[in-house]
């Protein structure tokens, strides 16, 4: 267990749909990282934020958001939902090194 | 353009036997590299970190070299057991970008 908890498991929605997903960081970790795991592209870096403000992005689409709240849980918003959205979502955090990413077991979401 | 690249989509050995899987890049200064492990469905895991002035790095029967002459990573499981079935991912990260992951290799040991 990496001590990194998300919510929901599964997600199943449909075309146009929003949808919400929640991570909480291990204890005393400061940064959090979102990644989208599809299988034809891999593990892709969407956006990370340090207590509370964004630090960097990758190749996040503008239909999708997400912020760190100041309990240093962070939600990852996707809107107008495609069905090439469908995918595995990880979050992860590190600590102040920033080094080792610690994963969480991950939502897997299917638009249908 | 840049690239990270592993070696193979799947690898299949004999228990007992030495796995080797390799990580390439292009066109990356990487400050150190990483290795995790994913089970299907699951988060992938931490498992070695090596940094750009470092040769090789040990954890019990886990061995990974860094060549940055070559801009190669190889990763080793010794003595390899079924439990060892994953795929492994190599990710890099370079100053003022975050962790670039491959696309990962598929270890399967039969016994």
């Known amino acids: 267990d990496s001590g990194v908890t998300q919510t929901p498991k599964h997600l199943i929605t449909a075309t146009g749909q929003r949808v919400t997903l929640r991570c909480s960081p291990r204890?005393?970790?400061?940064?959090v990282y979102w990644y989208q795991q599809s299988l034809d592209q891999g593990l892709q870096f969407l956006i990370q934020?340090?207590?509370?403000?964004?630090?960097a992005k990758g190749n996040i689409l503008e239909r999708f958001s997400a912020q760190q709240f100041p309990d240093l849980h962070s939600e990852l918003n996707l809107s107008s939902l495609e069905l090439g959205d469908s995918a595995l979502y990880f979050c992860?955090?590190?600590?102040?090194?920033?080094?080792?990413?610690?994963f969480g077991p991950g939502t897997r979401l299917l638009v249908l | 353009s840049q690239k990270i690249e592993q070696n193979s989509e799947a690898l299949n050995i004999q228990e007992g036997k030495t796995a080797t899987l390799t990580c390439n890049y292009t066109?990356?200064?990487?400050?150190?590299l990483q290795w995790y492990r994913q089970d299907p469905g699951r988060g992938p895991v931490f498992l070695l970190l090596?940094?750009?002035?470092?040769k090789e790095k040990r954890k019990e029967r886990l061995k990974v070299t860094f060549d940055t002459t070559l801009k190669q990573s190889l990763f080793h499981i010794t003595a390899s057991q079924p439990a060892d079935s994953a795929t492994y991912l190599c990710?890099?990260?370079?100053?003022?970008?975050?962790?670039?992951f491959g696309k990962g290799t598929t270890l399967s040991v039969s016994s």
């Open positions: 990710a890099l990260h370079q100053a003022g970008t975050a962790l670039i």
């Open positions: 090596i940094r750009e002035n470092e």
């Open positions: 934020y340090y207590n509370g403000e964004e630090r």
């Open positions: 992860a955090s590190s600590g102040t090194a920033g080094e080792t990413q610690y």
């Open positions: 066109n990356y200064s990487p400050a150190y």
């Open positions: 204890s005393g970790d400061l940064s």
